[in-house]
């Protein structure tokens, strides 16, 4: 097996893509072509190629400590300081294959950079006096904190959803966190169903997953559509438990504090609002509509009062009606 990482040009000059790499995998390596050395401003695309030339014009070679295939990806650790860490993704787009060579650095470029606030959640300031107390399942591994917001945790099993708060001890508002893996395996054996029916019979409730939506689409162990079937299936079954991606697992906790707050508030504000109309005064029995000249013509005539066929009606006919008894 090759030791050293390859880099070449590309003799074939029609080419979009200059350069040949040699990816030091297997018993003689796996060659690609390249856009270009190294990824250091965004990704890098490749396409396979047939060989590596005997007559190769060598541009770049590095030992390589580390080289290893995972999944979708090959990991690649070269030997020196910097540029050393970088992988091959293989996927398909528009279903033709596509790989892409990518850097720790680009690919965070990926990720949203954001500085999560500290502040309380205003909407909840007024329903609760102290820090918000969120539930936390007991079966939960690796569970959320909250240790960058004004929140206590309290660690019990929980019969639906992952995360929770509850009023007078009953759970009002939950939402179930899920990974990327854990989302696709409970769509297709059928467990997150039976969950989104169980959610949908609380006030409140959602499912979150820590990844973006896109990366439903670059899953290689199942078709992409099927799972991307399944989610809007669940979400036309059971519209008010809401599907919501994330993108990160700070940004899956930081929502998921955020809608527990606005539902402890939402529900608060429902029982106080209902509690207001009970106080309101009851407006009594439905008056009953006034009769028609035809219902009054009708009764005149069967009490053998004289009335025209047609027309109008005079006064005290209409008042004898009103005051029958």
Known sequence: MPDDFLIARNPDEASTLPYLVRIPLGEHGIVLKSKDTWPRTSKV?????????????????????????RGAAIELVLDRARESRSQFVL???????????????TAKQARPSVRLPTARAAIVADAVAGPLEILVDARERYAWRFSHQQVTTRKERLDVGDYAVEVDGRVVAAVERKSLEDLTSSLLDGRLRYALAELSGIPRAAVVVEERYS?????T????????????????????????????????????????????????DEAAAGERIGQLAEAGPMPEPEPTTAVVRAWALANGLPVSDRGRLRPEVWDAFRTRG
Request: glycine residues 2%.
């Open 215 to 219: 990366r439903v689409f670059s899953l």
């Open 221 to 268: 162990h199942v078709r992409p559509a099927v799972v991307a079937d399944a989610i809007a299936e669940c979400q036309a079954r059971h519209p008010s438990v809401p599907v919501v991606f994330a993108e990160t697992r700070a940004l899956a906790q930081e929502w998921t504090y955020r809608f527990l707050a606005a539902a402890l508030r939402e529900l608060d």
């Open 91 to 105: 996927t398909h787009v528009k279903g033709r294959e596509a790989i892409f060579w990518q850097s720790a650095r």
């Open 45 to 69: 695309y490749c396409h396979r190629a047939a060989e590596w030339p005997a007559d190769a014009d060598v541009v770049e070679r590095v030992a390589t400590r580390v080289c290893v295939r």
